[in-house]
Every structure is written in structure tokens, then in C-alpha cells.
């Protein structure tokens, strides 16, 4: 057979059964190639191909829908953008006027900040804690686990508006519980300082979601770890917190991330009940409500541009803040600890 | 003092009855708005804010339904079917094309393949605020506003998290099989859609029903595309119908019924790719 071990190839890695042709791989017969880098095999450039025509309709979506609208917004940020007229370039000023002449921004922002340092951290807690509690060996554990994630399927709309009925500061069902119990409640969405309670309360109602996220990850927890635990001596308290809790970091950070990012563009739920001027008293005016109502109401396309591109720096910061820390918290099996 | 048999018997039981007793608690508060849904949309607007609170309603008002589908200017068969329709086409395109583009992210070696996907990953961090304004300005310069290509389109050319699913899922996927195919004589598209593809169906099953449930709930998107009341999708519609006719509690309840409805069958009828999915990937639909 000659030097070459089972699988004789020529130029170009095609198998050959020439022993006269050189077989190592890689080495060009100059006289067929005038490059100097090995051509594909047919059958490689045609998987190349192949491969490309199947990714196409992606590439093609990458450059339309994202890659030229973040370009895109980031120029229109430095533009007075009326539809009707084109982009006039006014550099900064849109910017300057967020923090001087715009009286929604400030607002938008308060907003929207108070609501995703509520909510996020509310949502995480009680997410882990129904998971927690789900995670028990109960007859019909699989109905509650179904009952508490069915609650998170309901479409945004109609979740709100249940919302609003049963918030109703008179008749709701909410405040006439209250009042068995003698608490006189207060008038939720009709008192600018307890609409964003309400609505924070009805983004808890859909944690079933983050709720079965954490379930998963609890149940990836050996069991072994916590039984050899037990044996120690650690009781239930200490096993979850010096086994189980750092064991679900990693969902805890991808929960947080995830929550935080949809915090900042929290929409649906704060302009059915606010409409575009997040009444009460612009309480319900959120930072996407603000941007929605200048692009869409006011046609200052240029400056919602603006407005979306410092949210956007926001949100990265942050993230960005938050995977800083995490080799502080984070742990992650398998790996050593530093 | 030595334990009587019920005490111990009791010792025993108390945990478990415990863990029954919250975990009933809970199910009663996250239940408690469908269930108020449900009878506010049987009662008139007077009555569910009536005090005394009425638990069950005295009457029940079943007009309240033909009355909502067929109040004037809100169609709300319309609005259904319409529903129904777009969360079907975009169902399909997402699930076609992301079973085609993670299959070749997967098994076929193209140049910068690497790239593009970690490129696709990045995709996954850009928030929708900050891509849909030009998008929108896009679709308005090539005259397309006003109906669902805008929304429909971009689902056909694939979406970054399924993608990412798909692939992973095909990664899965024994390499003799593709070899297999080859030795038989087949080509890579045949390879894809008669060998691989149908043995990834749950994955599939999966990707359709968070789909369908996230066209279901669109709100965003119809509302700056759509003008003519007419193809307005149910989420929409229920706004729009809330945002002119503010007191009409009963029939605003019917038509939230008959918007949540749909999507609670569906999920009957799937729950185990929603359990699957959400075990997989971290899905939150």
C-alpha cells in the first residue's frame, strides 16, 4: 500500500488510489493550483453552500431588522425626524433637551426605575420561593405547578383589565378582602401614589413562568449533596442557604438579567391602564410609554431615536454592572473557586 | 408523657398539611382573576361593583357575549379570527425557519459560521426599544404599513433565541445519521427535511407554542402597524374597545374571556411542551 496509513489522499484531500501522487494532505501538486491555499473539495463547497442557502433568510434578517436599525437609531438620535420631511441633522441637541426642556424624561425615568427596583427583586424572591415551595413531594404537586404557571399565560390585555376591575378602589374585590380583615385600602389605580404598587403587583401575578425556571434548576440539585448535608447535622435553614442557593446562581443571575432588561421596557400593562399619559397624574408614564408617545403621537422620530438610545445604554451598563459581580456570587459547577 | 398514637400520627401528617395548606392558598390567589373574569363577564357593570360583593352571580348574563361580539365598530369575531391568523403564519415561518437556519448552524460547515453565531447570541441582548423605530420607518418607506407584512415577514427569516435552540438541538443529533443519509445517496436539503428533521419534532412542538403564544399576545407590534380597525388582532382590539367604551365592565370582561380563552386551550392541549420548553432552555413565553 506505501507510506500512507488506510484513506490514500491526494491534492485537495481527495481520497485517491494513485500511490504515486503525493499523499500528504495539504501539499498542492503545483502544476494543478495556482494559489497557494489548497482548493475545497466539491463535496466542501458544496456543504458551504448548502450551509449558507440555509442560514440565508437569518443573514438577511441580521442586516435588515437588526444590524440597520441600531445603526439606524443611532443616527436618527442626532436628527430632528418629522415622517413627512427627512432627517434634519441637529447633532446633541436632541440629548440636551432630554435633560433640560423634555419635563416627561425625568418622570419617565423615576418611573420606570421604581418600577424595575420593585418588581425585579419582588420577582425573584417570590419565584424562588413558590419554587421552593413547589418543589415538595405532594399529591397533585403537577396541578398547582400548572394552576400558578396558567396565570402567567394570560395575555397582557386582558390581565390588566381583570386587574382594574378587581383594583377598583369601590366594589373591587381587593379592597372588600381588605376590609374583612379591617384594612381600608387604598385607591390603587386611581391614587398616583399607589398605581405603580398595583402594577408591580401585577407583574408578581405572572411569575409562574420564573417560577418553573427556578423549579428546574432546584430539581438539578443532587441529592446526595443536601442528604449527605443532613447527616452532618446542617438543618433545613443551612442546607438552603449554603448549598441550594449557591448551587442556583446561575439561574438566579439568568432570572435577574432577563427581569431587569424587561423591567426597563415594562409598556402593555402601564398604557392600558394609563393610556399615553400615565394617569393617575403621569404616575403610570414609563420611560417606553414616553418614547412611544413622542415617535408615534408626536412624530419627534428623531428624538424618541434619542430617547431609545440612552435606554439602551442604560440597560447595557447595568447588565453589564451585574455579570461584573458576578464572580463575586456566581457559582458555577466545576469550576474552582479563586 | 409518652406520645399518644394521634400525636404522633398528627407529628407525622402536619408537615405535609402544611405544604398542602399554603400551596391551596396560593392557588386561590393566582386563580382568583381568572375566576373573577369569568363571572364579571356574566354580570352587568352595576353588579360587579356592587357592595356587598356578589361571589356568584345571581343572574347570569350570558348576553353579555353577543352583546360584546357584536357591539358596533368592534368586531370581535373579527377580531378572533384575525388573532388566530397571525399567530398561525408567524408560527409556522418561526418554526420553519429556525429549524432550517439552526440545522445549518449545526451540521453544515460554511465560511464564518462560527462568527454569525456568536453574532446571533449578541442579537439576544439588544433590547426591542432600540430596533423598532427604524424598523417601523422601513416598512412605512417601502409602503407596507397598515396590515401584518410587517409583522409577519421578519418571522419568516428567523428569530435569534429558537435558533439557538434548534441548533443545539440538532447538535444532538448522531453524526452517523448524517453520513448515512449521504452513503444512501441523499442531498443535503433531502438529509434535513426527511432524516433529521422529523426526529427533532418535540423541539418543534416546542418553538410553535411560545410562538404562538407570544403572536397571541403581541400588543406592541399590531398596535403601530395596524390602522383599519378591521384586521385589529384581539389584544387590540380589547384596547381599543376599553379605551372608547370605559364603562361597559360587563361586556370588556366577555371580550377579555373570549381573548384568553383560546390561548388556555392551547395550552391544555400542549402543556408538555410548555413544561419542556421551560425545563430546556429558560423559556418564559
Known amino acids: 500500500m506505501g507510506a500512507c496509513s488506510p484513506g490514500l489522499r491526494g491534492p485537495g484531500g481527495n481520497p485517491t488510489a494513485d500511490p504515486c501522487v503525493s499523499c500528504e494532505m495539504g501539499t498542492p501538486n503545483i502544476a494543478l493550483t495556482t494559489s497557494a491555499r489548497p482548493r475545497m473539495s466539491k463535496l466542501r463547497r458544496n456543504e458551504a453552500i448548502a450551509g449558507l442557502a440555509f442560514v440565508l433568510p437569518w443573514i438577511i434578517s441580521l442586516l435588515v431588522f437588526t444590524a440597520y436599525p441600531v445603526l439606524a437609531s443611532l443616527y436618527y438620535s442626532f436628527t430632528e425626524y418629522a415622517i413627512t420631511q427627512s432627517p434634519k441633522w441637529v447633532g446633541l441637541e436632541n440629548y440636551t433637551a432630554m435633560f433640560t426642556t423634555d419635563t416627561a424624561f425625568p418622570t419617565g425615568v423615576y418611573n420606570s426605575a421604581y418600577y424595575a427596583l420593585l418588581s425585579v427583586p419582588l420577582g425573584l424572591a417570590s419565584s424562588l420561593a413558590l419554587a421552593v415551595l413547589l418543589n415538595v413531594r405532594v399529591r397533585f404537586i403537577g396541578l398547582y405547578r400548572t394552576l400558578y404557571y396558567l396565570a402567567s399565560l394570560t395575555p397582557p390585555v386582558a390581565g390588566t383589565l381583570i386587574f382594574l376591575v378587581m383594583f377598583q378602589p369601590r366594589g373591587g374585590l381587593i379592597n372588600v378582602v381588605l376590609g374583612f380583615f379591617g384594612v381600608h385600602g387604598p385607591e390603587w389605580f386611581a391614587d398616583p401614589n399607589w398605581a405603580k404598587p398595583g402594577l408591580i403587583l401585577l407583574s408578581l401575578w405572572g411569575v409562574g413562568a420564573s417560577t418553573l425556571i427556578f423549579l428546574a434548576g432546584l430539581k438539578d440539585i443532587p441529592a446526595e449533596l443536601l442528604e449527605a448535608a443532613s447527616i452532618d447535622g446542617a438543618n433545613a435553614w443551612q442546607r438552603f442557604w449554603r448549598i441550594t442557593i449557591p448551587l442556583l446562581t446561575p439561574v438566579i443571575l439568568y432570572n435577574l438579567v432577563t427581569g431587569v432588561i424587561g423591567s426597563f421596557q415594562v409598556f402593555t400593562s402601564a398604557i392600558v391602564i394609563g393610556g399615553t399619559t400615565g394617569k393617575p397624574q403621569e404616575s403610570l408614564l414609563m420611560y417606553f410609554v414616553h418614547l412611544y408617545r413622542e415617535a408615534f403621537r408626536y412624530f419627534n422620530m428623531g428624538y424618541a431615536s434619542a430617547l431609545a438610545v440612552v435606554l439602551f445604554i442604560v440597560i447595557l451598563v447595568i447588565t453589564v454592572l451585574i455579570f461584573r459581580t458576578t464572580k463575586g456570587w456566581v457559582f458555577y459547577e466545576g469550576e474552582q473557586k479563586s | ?285
Open chain 2, 1 to 285: 408523657m409518652p406520645t399518644t398514637v394521634l400525636q404522633r400520627a398528627l407529628r407525622r401528617r402536619l408537615p405535609g398539611l402544611a405544604a398542602h395548606g399554603v400551596l391551596i392558598v396560593f392557588a386561590i390567589a393566582f386563580m382568583a382573576p381568572f375566576y373573577w373574569m369569568l363571572i364579571s363577564s356574566l354580570k352587568t357593570a352595576q353588579q360587579m361593583f356592587a357592595v356587598p360583593i356578589q361571589w356568584v352571580p345571581p343572574v347570569a348574563h350570558f348576553e353579555n357575549y353577543p352583546n360584546a361580539i357584536n357591539y358596533p365598530n368592534f368586531p370581535f369575531l373579527r377580531y378572533l379570527w384575525n388573532s388566530i391568523f397571525y399567530s398561525i403564519t408567524v408560527t409556522v415561518g418561526t418554526v420553519v425557519s429556525c429549524a432550517a437556519v439552526g440545522y445549518g448552524f449545526a451540521r453544515l460547515r460554511f465560511p464564518f459560521r462560527n462568527a454569525l453565531f456568536y453574532i446571533t447570541i449578541a442579537t439576544l441582548m439588544i433590547p426591542y426599544i432600540v430596533t423598532f423605530i427604524p424598523t417601523y420607518l422601513v416598512f412605512k418607506n417601502i409602503g407596507l404599513l397598515g396590515g401584518y407584512a410587517p409583522l409577519i415577514v421578519p418571522a419568516f427569516l428567523g428569530n435569534a433565541f429558537f435558533i439557538f435552540m434548534m441548533r443545539q438541538f440538532f447538535l444532538g443529533l448522531p453524526n452517523e445519521l448524517a453520513d448515512a443519509a449521504r452513503v444512501d445517496g441523499a442531498g443535503h436539503f433531502r438529509t434535513f427535511g426527511q432524516v433529521m428533521l422529523p426526529l427533532v419534532k418535540p423541539a418543534l412542538m416546542v418553538v410553535a407554542v411560545f410562538t404562538f403564544m407570544g403572536a397571541w399576545n403581541d400588543f406592541l407590534g399590531p398596535l403601530i402597524y395596524l390602522s383599519d380597525n378591521r384586521l385589529y388582532p384581539l389584544s387590540l382590539g380589547l384596547y381599543a374597545f376599553r379605551a372608547q367604551r370605559t364603562t361597559e365592565w360587563g361586556l370588556l370582561m366577555a371580550a377579555s374571556v373570549i381573548t384568553t380563552l383560546p390561548l388556555i386551550v392551547v395550552f391544555f392541549f400542549t402543556q408538555r411542551y410548555f413544561l419542556e420548553g421551560i425545563k430546556l432552555t429558560g423559556l418564559k413565553g
